[in-house]
């Protein structure tokens, strides 16, 4: 078999597993916690069941695991204090 074959069907194998890591995924009720659980200020949240991660900061007062720097009124945003732990968006 030419490498071209070998490499396209490795390729849909990829494919088919990617497709089953996002099932899953989908399928999780996520339970978030710290990227670094050494440095969680220093973190995104990743899901301690599937490994779904956030791009967010790792918050743990937030319901969605994620600092959320939205205002309460929902208009407009202040990126010096999450509503949730008031760190800022710049980690010191
Ligand atoms: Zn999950
Ligand atoms: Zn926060």
């Known amino acids: 078999m030419k490498a071209f074959e070998t490499i396209n069907q490795i390729r849909g194998e990829i494919r088919e597993k990617q497709e089953r890591i996002a ?14 659980p ?13 490994s779904s991660e956030k791009h967010g900061w790792w918050c743990p007062q ?25 760190q800022p968006e710049e980690r010191k």
Do not use: M
């Open 23 to 36: 099932e899953i995924q989908a399928r999780c009720v996520h339970v978030w916690g710290p990227s670094r």
């Open 62 to 86: 937030s319901p969605t695991g994620e600092c959320d720097y939205s205002l309460p009124s929902g208009r407009g945003f202040n990126p010096d204090s999450c509503r949730y732990c008031h």
């Open 38 to 50: 050494d440095c969680p200020s220093s973190s995104f949240p990743i899901c301690n069941e599937c």
